[in-house]
């Protein structure tokens, strides 16, 4: 019996001796926590998008022409005048670019955007404004003016300042425009439906949250976008001025030789793009 008890007694010591050796070991540190880092949000990409607005014509008010109208077309002193009457109506299109940014976040960006809109001015051709008599079977206008555009485009750079989600830009570069003055008066006027010239103008864009309804093709981010643009499109001296048409067959008869040397317009259009590339 006193030896059990002595048995038991050591067994007791040496658990307990165990338990305070064990007590003093380190105990194994917990793992730090994971942090996933929130993406830094950048422009830099290539966009592609759509935009809808208003252009109105720009020009200089004080550029209306006047010329006499040669006999047998018009009787004698007779004169016609083309006041180049202001025109406007709906632009829209669509556009692709790439941007890129120096510093995610907030910093500069730098980028190139190619557009190309449809316009409507309506078919005035600032017809004339006549003293005296037109001889019957023949009429008078001026296809020179913004009604003969049906289309205009821009290849412009683009510089501007991000504010996060929020990118503040200037833009400017290469404009162009045809219309309808190559299908109109015999083909006559054709000479000049094409032209050239410069566009310049701002704009305020933002990014919406990658997760927006908007967000159809599952780009890196959807944005809206804000902009003016001003279009000088230079017209030089072909076949600039008043017609006399014989109405019969829609062709020329009597060119005047006077008229504005250039088109100016402004559009004011809001745009959506689709950007694709670094978040």
């Known amino acids: 019996m006193k030896s059990l008890l002595r048995v038991t007694t050591a067994l007791a010591g040496v658990a307990f001796a165990g338990s305070a050796f064990a007590a003093d070991l380190p105990r194994r540190a917990a793992p730090p926590p994971v942090f996933t880092p929130v993406p830094v949000f950048t422009w830099t990409g290539a966009y592609f998008g759509i935009n809808a607005g208003y252009a109105f014509d720009a020009s200089d008010r004080n550029t209306g022409n006047t010329f006499a109208v040669p006999f047998p077309y018009g009787a004698p002193g007779t004169v ?56 019957p079977g023949y009429y008078l206008t001026d296809p020179r003016g913004l009604s003969s555009l ?52 701002g704009g305020i864009e933002y990014a919406l949250p990658t997760d927006s309804f908007l967000n159809f093709f599952r780009s890196s981010a959807v944005t809206l976008k804000v902009e003016g643009l001003y279009v000088n499109l230079d017209r030089g001296t072909r076949n600039q001025g008043a017609f006399v048409i014989n109405a019969a067959n829609n062709f020329p008869v009597v060119y005047s030789g006077v008229g504005r040397r250039d088109d100016q317009f402004a559009v004011v259009r809001a745009g959506l793009n689709y950007k694709f590339g670094t978040f």
């Open 80 to 135: 016609a005048s083309f006041r180049n009457r202001s025109q406007d109506g709906f632009s829209g299109g669509g556009q692709v670019g790439y941007n890129y940014q120096f510093t995610p976040g907030s910093g500069v960006v730098i980028g190139f955007e190619a557009d190309a809109q449809y316009l409507d001015f309506g078919r005035s051709r600032n017809n004339a404004f006549v003293s005296g008599a037109v001889a």
């Open 150 to 201: 049906d289309f205009f485009g821009t290849v412009r750079g683009r510089l501007g300042y991000a504010f996060d989600r929020t990118l503040v830009y200037g833009t400017g570069g290469f404009a162009y425009g045809s219309g309808s003055a190559d299908r109109s008066f015999g083909g006559f006027a054709g000479n000049d439906s094409f032209r050239t010239g410069w566009a310049a103008g």
